[in-house]
């Protein structure tokens, strides 16, 4: 089946940078855009941006900007988030989830697969 | 960026009740780029709707949305036990993509 499968839970030391793996199986990993979403303790859904699996193009949210790197490779069909310059702040789950075709003209669309999400605690 | 304001924070009903959840965005884009995802503890969204209107593949013909402009709605006709959670909006129509802040649906 269609599913995206998150790496474990992870602690750092605020300051430290943490990285996040998705694997994607049950499809083609190229053909579709791959979104990250942070959700902090208790609250709501915050977009952090895509990666293009097929041609390896990015676009962060500007609160993100120059924080976080979004990567993917082909061959273990898997993306990755690399978040630098922790804060206490950055204490969240961090989710990927399945855009649109990379084939459309847009890659903004509703997620429809989702991975498990990863917990990231930044704490000294 | 929009802004979309969910009201209420909190809906305190009983199962076989009838939920209506709204969604308010802070200027208009086009309804075809508005969804609705419903989140249980611990676990990921789940997709509901999509394009304002479409049930995605999955989701009960008891969960409706509907909208237009800058208001839209997520109706659930008569709640199950399995539909107490928290249900969020996203518009996907222009960048940032955002999500309202959500409504918690409880047992009353």
């Known amino acids: 089946q269609v599913q995206l499968v998150q790496s474990g839970a992870e602690v750092k030391k605020p300051g430290a940078s943490v990285r996040v793996s998705c694997t994607a199986s049950g499809y083609t990993f190229t053909a579709y855009y791959i979104h990250w979403v942070r959700q902090a303790p208790g609250q709501g859904l915050e977009w952090v941006g895509w990666?293009?699996?097929?041609?390896?193009?990015?676009t962060y949210a500007q609160r993100f900007q120059g924080r976080v790197i979004l990567t993917r490779d082909e061959s273990l069909t898997t993306a990755y988030l690399e978040l630098g310059r922790l804060t206490s702040d950055d204490t969240a789950v961090f989710f990927c989830a399945r855009g649109p075709l990379t084939y459309y003209d847009t890659p903004y669309d509703s997620f429809d697969v989702w991975g498990q999400g990863t917990m990231i605690t930044a704490s000294s | 960026e929009i802004v979309l304001t969910q009201s209420p924070g909190t809906l305190s009903l009983s199962p076989g009740e009838r939920a209506t959840l709204f969604c308010r965005a802070s200027?208009?884009?086009?309804?075809?780029?508005f969804a609705w995802y419903q989140q249980k503890p611990g676990q990921a969204p789940r997709l509901l709707i999509y394009?304002?209107?479409t049930r995605a593949t999955g989701t009960p013909d008891r969960f409706r949305g509907s909208g237009s402009g800058t208001d839209f709605t997520l109706t659930i006709s008569r709640l199950e036990p399995e539909d107490f959670a928290v249900y969020y909006c996203?518009?996907?129509?222009?960048?940032?993509?955002?999500f309202g802040g959500g409504t918690r649906v409880e047992i009353k």
């Open positions: 996203q518009q996907y129509g222009s960048s940032p993509l955002t």
């Open positions: 394009g304002a209107s």
């Open positions: 200027q208009t884009g086009s309804s075809i780029y």
């Open positions: 990666v293009n699996p097929r041609t390896g193009t990015t």
